[in-house]
């Protein structure tokens, strides 16, 4: 157990003091890397939202009423505790993932960078002033926050997660309730302390821990919640677009992926099978934008898949900075994509290399999935379809570009694409062409901005963008204002 990042148990953060569950349940949380015990959180119930949401209505005319300058200001603060405390931050994101503390620090840095953009916000928070058809008519619009918003993340990058949705809720002027991960507790504990400290005032950031149904669910249906933003799969994400629905709350869903990587026959094979690693095993495979289906034109085919087969088996499986990727975040994902793979195998695809737990005596305790090639998948399979959410990535051959760009769009999902070509038609044609939010030229299918807008179509997401000046959209209603001048009166 490390107690020097973390208490043992760690509380709910409401109305600025740490709060045990009304009924005193708690849940373990363990180390991916080791499979012990690292500490245990509050399993908030109901009622226990309910007082996070009392505590953040009771926050929001203060802090609705401060000027956005203001409020960036405070926010910079917690930015710059989060500078000072980043090795920290990246200690506890390293603890509770188990990928490495280069990565962790690396991760913290984006988190830190999305903190500094949207407090610079306070500054900008523009609206449109604008030309009227009528004389002597002003139009223009100005942002207003909405109320409460509820925000739910996953595990896989949780301080990044915190940072894309808590910095443009607050900055736009709502009080929030996050429920963090139940996986990475301490992280979004560690963050309350940090705002805590640089002068959040009491109500404006609550976080409750705990699990999805008991502690998520009551906080998508909790009347008070103007709007709810969350990162997760696309199975609860469509649960909670239905609850908030119902009342006709506002709604962003960040959801997951199942990213073609195309391999082109005059891609630079060495550059494009770099990228295929990094976007297919680099945290594990857990990103919502993580390469999983890797089609290649035949002219190429076998070469790059061996190159692909003698690079993956020279990976490094565990949880330091010599190590290429760490564990999966719990033992439930392990078996699903153990499960997963097993059943592709049982289709008739073959697992060119990895395909199971990991179970020599350094890897044994913890949740190490081997990184994992398939080939010969049906397209129409559940692993060239489902996300697995882990270090498994698929072949497929195709003959020509037009064959490449019909397997990449023929997916229930639409985040993230990348083509590896030299040739610029190729790059346009296919970066214009494929239904995704993020579409890359020679490089991964990851490693979006924090300037930028992130997002999906199709079962990726509900069309909202996250981070970039675009999340401003979601956690701020627009009002037009008209002014008439009286010529009569100047
Ligand atoms: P998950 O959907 O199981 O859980 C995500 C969060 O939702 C957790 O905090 C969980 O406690 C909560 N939750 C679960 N059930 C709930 C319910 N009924 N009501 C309210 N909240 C509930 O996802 P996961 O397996 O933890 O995370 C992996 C998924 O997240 C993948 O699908 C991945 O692609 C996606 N993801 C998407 C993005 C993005 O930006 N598009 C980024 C990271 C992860």
Known sequence: MNTKLFPEIVLNWIDGAEKGASDGALFNN?????????????????????????????????WSGMTPVQRGDILMAIAQRMRANAETMAAIVAAETGMAPSAALGETGGAIAQAEFMAGEGRRLYGRTTTSAVPDKYAMTVRHPLGVAGLIIAANTPIANVAWKVFPALICGNTAVLKAAEDTPAT???????ARDAGLPPGVLNIIQGMGEEAGAPLVAHPDIAVVSFTGSTEVGRM?????????????????????????????????????????????????????????????????????????????????????????INETQLINMVAAVETARQEGAQILVGGSRMTDPEHADGFYMAPTLIENADPRAGISTREVFGPITCLYRVKDFQEALRMANDSPYGLTAC???????????????????????????????????????????????????????IYSNLKDIYICVEPDLI
């Open 240 to 328: 909670i677009a239905e609850t908030a629905g119902r009342r006709l709350a506002k709604v962003s869903l960040e959801l997951g992926g199942k990213n073609p990587l195309v391999v082109c026959d005059d891609a630079d094979l060495e550059n494009a099978a770099k990228w295929v690693l990094l976007s297919a095993f680099s945290n594990a495979g857990q990103r919502c934008a993580a390469g999983s289906r890797i089609i290649i034109f035949d002219a190429v085919y076998d070469q790059f898949r061996d190159m692909l087969l003698e690079k993956t088996q020279q990976l490094k499986v565990g949880p330091t900075d010599m190590d290429d990727l760490g564990p999966v």
């Open 30 to 62: 363990l180390s991916p890397a080791t499979g012990k015990l690292l500490c245990q959180a509050v399993g908030s119930r109901k009622s226990d939202v309910e007082k996070a949401v009392a505590s953040a209505r009771k926050a929001f005319p203060a």
């Open 188 to 194: 979004a504990w560690f963050f309350g302390q940090l």
């Open 419 to 473: 083509i590896h070509s030299r040739n610029i038609h190729r790059v346009m044609e296919f970066t214009q062409k494929v239904q995704a939010g993020v579409a890359v030229a020679n490089a991964g299918t990851y490693g979006s901005e924090p300037h930028m807008p992130f997002g999906g179509v199709k079962q990726s997401g509900n069309g909202s963008r996250e981070p970039g000046t675009e999340a401003l959209d």
